[in-house]
């Protein structure tokens, strides 16, 4: 169930007091810090780092701490071709990130497996872990990792917090 | 009282870096330590295991293989044109090298490869240069922002976009460009470009006197990377590394001066070459290799035949119509264009039967093709005769004996990039 | 010394086993008959005639044809800028030479790449294991007979390997199928 509360906020009412729900204040304090953990592969990793550089700047987002420790994550980006051999990898550090976490899939590689249709590559990234956005391009502009990344801010203001507070969220395996 | 620790580790490479110190592993000093695939430092996914002493290393053993994607198995199911893309991300920071890498390659092997009309030289001589320039600036970035010096990461990765606006108006994409095509280029200088690279050339030497300022007579900096794993003129020779490596160490080997291609003979450049083989000549002979490439670029730009307009309508493609693809005009109004136009379309280049290796001076050393054709418009064997590959198989030789902490440096000083190494 | 007569001086050395020396794009090869005696032609090389460099080591799979694969090894010698090329046959039911390590430590991880790939064994050589592909991979992928996509394998751990989806496009490789040469019609000789 999507929860539509907004934060209401009138300043000649409230004055420097800002009155809302604890769903929405906990949503918009997770969108606005989303911190990633660059899963950089290939070449999309080098897009990656452009993106967090000058010229596209992440940070004004709230992602610029780069953490590549998962257990200080919010969403994985895997930006790359995943082959089997590093698919183990992948996945194992998917599970050591905390929750809430979310995954990007930025690229042509990592969403489908690419070009690359071949014995050594895994066909996308979502056929180990669950997968929030996926961004096409091979390499997909900074400006595309920008806009996927406001997507997500858009899906995490709208997840009910409070409801789930206790649940896991479980891989389905198939 | 010594107790013995056991320390169980399933994979074969862990195992073999303590191979021979059965002894001594047994009273449990050595640690192996898994420097794993997901790693900050390790520029790309590589692997490395290493046992340690204390926090010296004794050992280290690469593990690599993490995007071996089967270009080569790949490559002899497209056809030649088809596959350039594939070279883009080989080594995916200076793309437009690659390009001009594999189509010089296989116009070795139809023998045009020293008949290409002059513009198309030294096109593909700037392309290959701002990509030098380009591969060095993320090489030394990521070398210094792995060694805290973060202000000069975000410094060369504007000068990068530069170079990236530069191949979007030539190509049409940042990174992977695709440019070059067999026999020529994929279309001519768009206008103004010329311009544009002159003007970069004007920012990108204050641009470098800066980043030098930063880091070449840094206390820290010095300290941190002068006399860290020398390589020997003998061992850099050997172990059969390219590029700013082996010319760090001493050796006069540059591909563009000894083997000749394009235009490399009409133009003025000088070859640096470290004295001592460490950390710190390698990165000061990339940094002089930039200065280098400017001069080039200008030089280009000067020398260029048809200037900026290309008023005097000179050729990008060689001008024979089984290669090149024929202009869209005549394709669908005259048969013979039409014909050309299928068969290359479908079938692709064709190629005499025959072997050939071409080397060409990559910024991270020699990226070399050898493709074995039997005929036809697919390769029978293409093999990519990757840089980083064979630089990376020094490391085992060269961390022996230094700390943890110097793992980062040297393999900032290496360059490799994986996406060459695991093809 | 051009790279002619370096050829012709390792054919002086060890006679009948070293064929003539071809051409072709200005590139020198000669083919060694007997894959046991690499080790000492190499030695040759690289101590009387100075290639000090070795650029590559490739193999190529002739399937369907005997003997199976094919060792081509680049030489170079740096000081004098001259190259020369090395081929060895190999047949399939031996699938092994010995190494050139000792020569130059390069070709250790050369021959590892070719014995990950093809599957041809390199004697003497101190670690002859995988590199490319996980320790385990019971497949070599370079083989001819082995298709694009894959065959399943067992990746201890979470991963799986299933066969990548091809829809059966027209570049798509065939185990076992026609090669590139005899699905086109423009490299069909006159007989045909």
């Known amino acids: 169930m999507l929860t539509e509360t907004e934060i209401g906020y009138n300043s000649k009412i409230e004055g420097d007091v800002v009155v809302t729900r604890v769903d929405a204040a906990l949503n918009w304090f997770r969108k606005n810090s989303v911190w990633p953990m660059p899963m950089g592969l290939a070449c999309c990793a080098i897009e990656l780092m452009a993106v967090g550089a000058s010229r596209f700047d992440i940070s004004r ?5 780069m953490r590549f ?66 961004i096409s391009g091979c390499p997909p502009r900074p400006e595309a990792v920008l806009d996927a990344l406001m997507k997500l801010q858009a899906k995490i203001s709208t997840q009910p917090v409070l409801e789930n507070l206790m649940a896991v969220k479980t891989l389905q395996n198939h | 009282m010594a107790t013995v620790q056991d320390i169980e580790v399933r994979d074969s490479a862990a195992r073999s870096a303590q191979t021979a110190d059965e002894l001594q592993d047994m009273h449990g000093e050595r640690m192996v330590l898994n420097m794993g695939p997901s790693h900050p430092a390790t520029h790309g996914v590589l692997r490395i295991v290493l046992e340690l002493d204390g926090e010296i290393i004794t050992k280290a053993d690469p593990d690599v293989g993490y995007l071996h994607r089967g270009d080569e198995k790949i490559a002899e199911n497209m056809t030649y044109t088809q596959f350039i893309p594939y070279t883009d991300r080989l080594d995916y920071l200076a793309p437009l090298a690659n390009n001009v890498a594999y189509a010089l390659a296989v116009e070795k092997l139809l023998g045009i490869h020293d008949k290409l009309p002059p513009r198309c030289q030294y096109i593909r001589v700037m392309c290959a240069e701002l990509a030098r320039i380009s591969a060095h600036l993320l090489g030394l970035g990521a070398f210094a922002m792995d060694m805290g010096a973060v202000t000069v990461f975000l410094l060369s990765f504007t000068e990068r976009e530069k170079i990236y606006n530069l191949a979007e108006a030539i190509s049409g994409a940042r990174l992977t460009t695709s ?30 006197n800066e980043f030098e300022t930063l880091l070449t007579r840094n206390r820290i900096w010095v ?192 360059d490799f990039v994986m996406g060459e190494c695991d093809r | 010394m051009s790279a002619l007569e370096t050829a012709q001086k390792i054919k002086a050395k060890f006679g009948d086993l070293i064929s003539e020396p071809a051409e072709f794009r200005g590139e020198i090869t000669v083919k060694l008959a007997d ?69 130059w430590r390069t070709a250790n991880w050369h021959e590892r790449e070719i014995y990950d790939m093809m599957g041809i064994r390199f004697s003497s050589h101190p670690d002859l294991r995988r590199i490319l592909m996980w320790e385990g991979y019971p497949y070599f992928p370079l083989r001819k007979d082995f298709p694009l996509a894959g065959k399943p394998s067992e990746l201890p751990g979470v991963a799986f390997t299933k066969i990548s989806p091809m829809e059966g496009g027209p570049f798509v490789t065939v185990a076992g199928g026609k090669d590139s040469i005899s699905r086109e019609p423009r490299v069909r000789t006159p007989e045909e």
């Open chain 2, 223 to 414: 300290d941190r990377v002068r006399d860290l794993a020398v390589i020997s003129k003998e061992d850099a020779i050997d172990y059969g590394l390219s590029g700013p490596n082996l010319r760090g160490s001493g050796v006069e080997w540059d591909l563009r001066k000894k083997q000749p291609y394009l235009c490399y003979k009409d133009l003025e450049f000088d070859i640096p070459t470290g004295a001592v083989g460490d950390c710190y000549d390698r990165y000061l002979v990339r940094m002089e290799e930039m200065r280098q490439s400017t001069r080039i670029l200008e030089q280009c730009i000067k020398k260029i035949p048809g200037g900026a307009d290309n008023k005097t309508n000179e050729p990008v493609n060689v001008a024979d119509g089984k290669i090149t693809l024929p202009p869209k005009q005549k394709v669908l109004s005259s048969m013979e264009e039409l014909i050309h136009q299928f068969m290359l379309v479908t079938e692709g280049v064709n190629c005499p039967p025959g072997e050939i290796y071409f080397g060409h001076e990559n910024p991270k050393g020699e990226l070399g093709f050898y493709i074995h054709s039997k005929g036809g418009g697919t390769p029978y064997r293409l093999k990519i005769r990757a840089p980083s590959f064979v630089n990376l198989s020094i490391v085992p030789k060269i961390f022996v004996g230094t700390l943890i902490s110097d793992t980062v440096a040297i393999l900032g000083s290496l």
């Open chain 1, 61 to 65: 987002f709230g992602s610029e701490v």
């Open chain 3, 35 to 103: 894959a046991e005696q690499i080790t000492a032609v190499c030695e040759f090389a690289k101590q009387t005639l100075g290639f000090n460099y070795l650029v590559d080591i490739s193999s190529v799979d002739n399937y369907g044809d005997d003997p199976r694969w094919t060792i081509v090894y680049h030489l170079r010698d740096i000081v004098n800028v001259v190259e020369i090329r090395i081929k060895i046959d190999v047949n399939e039911e031996k699938s092994e030479l010995p190494s050139v390590l000792s020569v």
């Open chain 1, 69 to 134: 420790s998962p257990r200080q994550a919010d969403c994985m980006i895997v930006a790359g071709t995943v082959t089997y051999k590093m698919a183990m990898c992948v996945k194992r550090i998917y599970d050591q990130m905390p929750e809430p976490k979310w995954v990007i899939a930025m690229g042509a590689c990592a969403s489908t497996g690419g070009m690359y249709r071949s014995y050594a590559v895994l066909q996308g990234v979502d056929n180990i872990i669950p997968v929030d956005i996926y």
């Open chain 2, 179 to 208: 440019y070059t095509r067999i026999g020529g280029v994929m279309r001519d200088l768009p206008p103004g470009w010329l311009d544009q690279c002159q003007q970069f050339c004007d920012e990108f030497i204050p641009a470098l």
